[in-house]
């Protein structure tokens, strides 16, 4: 029995509003703070279909996009001691199924990070649809997910004088999405 939609979603191909889109992140600092940060959305499709089965997502993210407040941290991410950005530009999630799970909503996907793909579980919340003061038809969508950076082979890290690593293994990852329905 195919799962229903969101009662306010209607079925249709969404475009990614960068603009009013986020990509973030947060990380464990030298064991007693977070770095949080921003990652460039590129571009991004929501095809929503007849019922979740037949719905999919893909998005790409640019690598050498980020920004976390510091330019000197924001250059060492970038580099081959982190994702390197200059040989892998692109980041990417492309769903492998949707399905619901009492309120929220799973999309299971392929996320390339660092050259490295992932099967991961994103939950995600429909926040709602509205008409833009413009006519646009808009989706909101929010999700959450920690994954282990050592799973994409981001393994750089120096040890600390007081014992501990100087960048933690789980990063948390929050997208806040709003896309806009095409004609």
């Not at 976390?68 to 200059?86: I, M, P, V």
């Not at 692109?90 to 199924?97: G, I, L, R, V």
């Not at 040890?159 to 948390?172: C, N, P, R």
């Amino acid at each position: 029995m195919a799962t229903p939609l969101p009662p306010a979603l209607t079925t249709g191909t969404y475009a990614v509003d960068a603009g009013h889109s986020t990509a973030s992140f947060s990380v464990r600092h030298a064991g007693i703070s977070k770095v949080r940060g921003t990652v460039g959305i590129s571009a991004g499709t929501i095809t929503v279909g007849e019922d979740l089965e037949s719905s999919c997502v893909a998005v790409t993210l640019d690598a050498s996009a980020v920004s976390t407040g510091d330019e000197n941290r924001d250059q060492h991410l970038k580099s081959a001691d982190f994702w390197h950005a200059e040989e892998r530009p692109t980041w990417t999630f492309t769903s492998t199924s949707v399905t619901a799970d009492d309120d929220a909503y799973i999309v299971t996907g392929d996320l390339t990070i660092n050259g490295v793909t992932r099967s991961v579980d994103l939950p995600v919340a429909f926040e709602g649809a509205a008409t833009d003061p413009f006519g646009n038809k808009r989706a909101g969508f929010e999700s959450e997910i920690v994954i282990n950076r050592k799973d994409f082979d981001l393994t750089w890290n120096a040890a600390l004088e007081t014992g501990g690593i100087l960048v933690g293994e789980k990063v948390k990852i929050a997208l806040d999405v709003s896309a806009i329905e095409q004609n």
